[in-house]
């Protein structure tokens, strides 16, 4: 624990939190319409305390995530014992893109308490390893990362996958334990699993609802899909308009889709290789992929109930992305770089860190209200403005214009189809199921509209 007594913690501590809210803040001034009639909202504690009002909740989301990149930055370093991969893996994970929507979206705070509470407990859990404790202090760390599990599993039930980022700890770390006092430790944290599964079949028994994700995965036989979302989400953590131009290319459709396949395994075979090589230098290491997988799972589990391809399940994922980045080159460039090769790296870094500090900073006045979130998904192309026409079909109350714009969701789908085969399908199928419920409810008015007549495509 002694590298935390140095000074240099407190200065990037203060860096990290002046360009996090630099970024984040003043997206408290965004419209009310977002957070009170999202119907997500309501469902969160602390919104009663606050009491629904948006702009409270939209500046608490923001010191909830200043303060999950100040554990990030406390957790990496415990990892790595390198200041400098610590800050810059903190620096990205708090103004990259990819976790815009986590921290605009009131909807999606549940994963900024997951990213609190795990970072938070991974942090204390660590800490009972650390040298130089005094009698029993050991215990009382796990004690307290228990409770802080306990809270947060309860507070948002994804948090439940901690204990896999524990395991794969014990097995990675230097100073391995004999296998009864680890498993005396993780014993706090699979009872209170234990605890929440019975609540949560409770709950299910209850009120037909539950804590927990369901195990979709997307359908058992489309499990071949999962690397594709993993490629797209590794992509979208550094430069977001890049993961579209290999789909842009002016190419018929059966070229595109042998280049989009290699494009993914590319992407997924340079994380790997970036993992691997940082894992044989210090098997520690492997925490990054862990970071990547872990938090990812409940949303690939929750993905067909919710939004395909949503980057709010990445918010936590991201920091596997970043780590795994600047723990090889920690390794296997810094202590090489000098003269006219420091300033390029330093000048590469920069430019990357400005285009998505720039671009987070834009994306926070995307959320002002409604409107202006429709008009930004349909001015892009691909699943945006499928998502927009969806959007519009939500805030409106006339079923004609429902049914318009479930028209337009449909057709832009298929303008986009190539490039969006992972998604495809359940964006169709959630089309026609909503267009059936729209034609009941007209039918139930004795107002009979035509496909013919409105060029909605067929009921399945």
């Known amino acids: 624990m002694n590298f935390f007594k140095n000074n240099k913690i407190i200065f990037h501590f203060l860096i990290l939190a002046v360009i996090t809210a630099a970024v984040y803040f003043g997206n408290y001034k965004n419209d009310y319409a977002l957070a009170v009639n999202n119907e997500y909202s309501v469902n969160y504690f602390l919104n009663l305390a606050e009491p629904f009002n948006p702009h409270v909740s939209h500046l608490f989301s923001d010191i909830i995530h200043v303060f999950n990149v100040l554990l990030c930055y406390m957790v990496i370093l415990m990892l790595s014992k390198s200041y400098r991969a610590a800050f810059l893996t903190a620096l990205f994970f708090a103004v990259a893109p990819v976790g815009s929507n986590a921290v605009n979206e009131i909807a999606a705070r549940g994963h900024l308490f ?92 209850s009120v037909d609802s539950g804590l927990f994700f369901s195990l979709n995965l997307f359908g058992w036989a489309s499990l071949y899909k999962i690397p594709s979302l993993m490629a797209y989400y590794i ?145 892009n192309e691909g699943l945006a403005e499928v998502y927009g026409w969806f959007l519009k079909t939500d805030m409106e109350d006339d079923l004609i214009l429902k049914l318009t714009y479930l028209k337009q969701a449909e057709e832009a789908l298929e303008k986009n189809k190539y490039g969006y085969d992972l998604a495809y399908d359940l964006t169709d199928r959630k089309i026609k199921e909503k267009t059936k419920v729209v034609r009941e409810l007209l039918h139930g008015e004795k107002k009979a509209i035509t496909n013919d007549e409105l060029g909605v495509s067929k009921e399945p």
């Open 114 to 205: 997951t990213g609190f509470f795990a970072l938070s407990s991974f942090l204390f859990y660590m800490l009972a390893d650390s040298s130089g404790l005094k009698h029993n202090q050991d215990k009382h760390f796990i004690a307290l990362a228990a409770f802080l599990f306990f809270i947060g599993v309860f507070f948002w039930p994804t948090l439940i996958v901690l204990p896999v980022l524990l395991a794969v700890y014990e097995f990675a770390k230097n100073n391995r334990q004999p296998v009864k006092k680890v498993f005396f430790k993780m014993l706090p944290f699979a009872v209170i699993v234990f605890i929440a599964a019975a609540v949560n079949l409770y709950v299910l028994r």
């Open 235 to 379: 992509v979208y953590c550094f430069v977001p308009p890049f993961f579209d131009i290999i789909y842009s290319l002016p190419l018929p459709p059966f070229m595109q889709d042998p280049l989009r396949y290699l494009w993914q395994f590319g992407v997924l075979a340079s994380y790997a290789a970036v993992c691997f090589f940082a894992y044989r230098k210090n098997r520690i290491f492997i925490l990054a992929p862990a970071f990547f997988i872990i938090f990812l799972l409940p949303g690939l589990i929750l993905i067909d109930k919710t939004e395909v391809m949503s980057l709010r399940y990445m918010y936590m994922g991201s920091i596997g992305v970043f780590f795994a980045l600047f723990a090889f080159l920690e390794i296997y460039a810094f202590p090489y770089l000098g003269g006219k090769k420091k300033w390029i790296a330093v000048l590469v870094l920069g430019l990357f860190f400005v285009f998505s500090a720039v671009n987070s900073y834009v994306r926070k006045y995307m959320w002002v209200n409604p409107d202006k979130i429709t008009a930004a998904m349909l001015g």
